[in-house]
């Protein structure tokens, strides 16, 4: 399937690891041009160069902390031409309401939270303008499975949702799609240092996280891949009849409400 996304040029945050480099590679096998923008310059150019000698294709980057202040319109900057924003940076930590202080909830909100709404407000503009343009948000099935260990997270995810949901809805009068996605537990390292912490609450032994594993549809994560191909195809012309959507990508997790 021809995906026409030839010649587009993506900005991806967050880029430098995890869903963010999987989703990079993604849109460079589209012939994409990319503008990768994270904190590590050295992760950064070692994924530019590998992008640019196995896809041929220019991936710029951009190294940046985007909480500090007057960041954010630096990346609009040099990237205002993208034709397609991803907003992926930021990790909410885990914990109940007592593990999360008030400076790490902030924390966590000011990078996934804030980041994006600010984002989305200042390419949104641009978009505008062009009568053209698509933003992605990489969300969370937190924001649907209301979790009393992941309290920050849940509650930081289901703002996002309504926020995509609420500009979403109308941002096709200006040419321009809104869309979420949640993935659920995907094989990253962030997800490895998630379960080892739960292993050590609930078996008192983190090497045994593969049994937190053994629960998961498939007894598995979800592959970066499986989670950068839904982005790639909403991305797309495609998909040009979708905005203000949530697509949930966790292998039933959300959906199966049973007991047991």
């Given at each position: 399937?021809?995906?026409?996304?030839a010649g587009k040029t993506v900005l991806i945050t967050g880029a430098s690891q995890g869903i963010g480099a999987g989703l990079a590679r993604a849109f460079a096998q589209e012939q994409c041009s990319l503008v990768l923008v994270a904190r590590s310059e050295d992760k950064l150019q070692s994924l530019a160069q590998e992008i640019a000698r196995q896809y041929k294709v220019d991936a710029q980057i951009i190294a940046v902390d985007l909480t500090a202040p007057?960041?954010?319109d630096k990346v609009l900057e040099q990237g205002s031409h993208a034709d397609i924003l991803i907003n992926?940076?930021?990790?909410?930590p885990?914990?109940?309401?007592?593990d999360v202080d008030a400076p790490k909830w902030r924390e966590g909100w000011e990078l996934k939270v804030m980041c994006y709404i600010d984002?989305?407000?200042?390419?949104?503009?641009?978009?505008?303008?062009?009568?053209?343009?698509?933003?992605?948000?990489?969300?969370?099935?937190?924001?649907?499975m209301y979790d009393f260990d992941y309290i920050a997270g849940t509650?930081?995810?289901?703002?996002?949702m309504a926020f995509t949901r609420a500009l979403g809805g109308r941002s096709l009068q200006h040419g321009i799609r809104?869309?979420?996605?949640?993935?659920?537990?995907?094989?990253?390292?962030?997800?490895?240092r998630i379960l080892r912490a739960r292993a050590q609450t609930t078996f008192g032994d983190p090497e045994q996280y593969g049994q937190l594993l053994k629960k998961l549809p498939l007894?598995?994560?979800?592959?970066?891949?499986?989670?950068?191909?839904?982005?790639?195809?909403?991305?797309?012309?495609r998909s040009a009849y979708t905005s203000g959507a949530i697509f949930t990508v966790d292998g039933g997790i959300t959906s199966n409400k049973a007991l047991a």
């Open positions: 399937m021809d995906l026409q996304l007057g960041v954010i992926n940076a930021g990790a909410i885990g914990g109940n309401l007592w984002m989305c407000r200042a390419f949104y503009r641009h978009m505008r303008e062009r009568g053209h343009g698509v933003i992605l948000n990489n969300i969370g099935n937190g924001g649907e509650a930081g995810n289901a703002a996002l809104v869309l979420g996605v949640n993935p659920g537990p995907v094989a990253t390292e962030r997800i490895e007894g598995r994560a979800a592959h970066v891949e499986e989670v950068a191909d839904l982005f790639v195809f909403l991305a797309s012309p």
